[in-house]
């Protein structure tokens, strides 16, 4: 991905100088979110149950790093931006809001409730803020072997795609069948929202790769080998040495990749809904 001497977001957030001290009293808090959400799992639902006990807000403001991990992540959601920026009122006659993007180191105090690093990055609906540790690409490479910046950028699309859901209501309808459904059914629709979710990644990719000398054919190998890494049959495999679809909350890594490719090679967001009516797009 050719990403270097273009457009950097003014929305990101630079919190890791401070470190693994921010969330003072979260300790506890911070467990429970673990134990439930294992890895990867962008934690929307599980979050929601905790509000952010008063007073565990960060006293200094961050001093941004000036490295090229921060270059990157500003440009990747610069790009994510301008696509859907433009995409979005075409696509849902709508104003898109563009979302925020904090880097942490550790621990972080999110608008919905205290994160671990451990549990990957995940979007918050409530200020619609993206959050991620960027550690967390060395364990994509060196465990999930799954390396590549353009891996790194699908993974952030991804968490936009959350975005996206979020402005259209949708992660809304999916959170309120917590509780009036089976665990098994608010599963399944929860693999929905992930497909969804990878979907609108693909979407974003191929409407990247109009501009000339951005992606090549490398790029995709990485975004797909990535999307599969991350499938809940292969960390479940790597986790617990067997694999319980039951438990599926974001999709197996074949579902995962076809419905990036499906966004990758459509480009059209419209499309998106298809994701929770059929199997086989
Ligand atoms: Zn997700």
Redesign the pocket.
């Known amino acids: 991905m050719r990403w270097q001497g273009r457009r950097q977001s003014k929305n990101v957030e630079d919190r890791r100088s401070l470190g693994r001290d921010v969330a003072v009293g979260g300790g506890l808090l911070t467990l429970l979110i673990m134990g439930a959400a294992l890895f ?3 934690l ?1 639902p599980v979050l929601k149950l905790f509000e952010a006990p008063p007073g565990a807000r960060q006293a200094a403001p961050a001093k941004p790093i000036n490295d090229e991990m921060g270059a990157f992540l500003r440009t990747v959601v610069a790009d994510n931006e301008d696509v859907w920026a433009k995409l979005f009122p075409q696509a849902f006659n709508k104003r898109f809001a563009p979302a925020r993007l904090v880097m942490f180191t550790g621990r972080v105090q999110s608008g919905c409730g205290i994160a671990d690093a451990g549990a990957g990055p ?2 918050c609906p409530l200020d619609k803020t993206v959050y991620i540790d960027p550690t967390f690409y060395e364990e994509l490479k060196r465990r999930f072997g799954a390396p590549g910046d353009f891996a790194q950028a699908y993974v952030i699309a ?2 936009f ?2 975005h996206i859901q979020n402005q259209l209501g949708i992660s809304q309808q999916v959170q309120s069948l917590q509780g009036r459904v089976s665990q098994k059914e608010y599963n399944q629709a929860s693999v929905r ?2 497909l969804q ?1 990878d979907f609108l990644a693909g979407v974003w990719a191929h409407h990247l790769a109009k501009y000339e000398g951005i992606l090549d054919e490398d790029d995709i190998r990485e975004a797909v080998n990535a999307a599969a890494a991350i499938g809940d049959d292969r960390i479940q495999k790597q986790t617990q040495g067997y694999v319980q679809p039951e438990k599926f909350t ?1 999709g197996d890594s074949e579902q995962r990749v076809r419905w990036f490719m499906y966004g990758l090679k459509t480009g059209d967001p419209t499309l998106m809904q298809r994701a929770f009516e059929v199997d086989y797009p």
């Open positions: 990867f799992p962008d929307v995940f979007y991804h968490e795609g959350h929202l992930e979710a974001h």
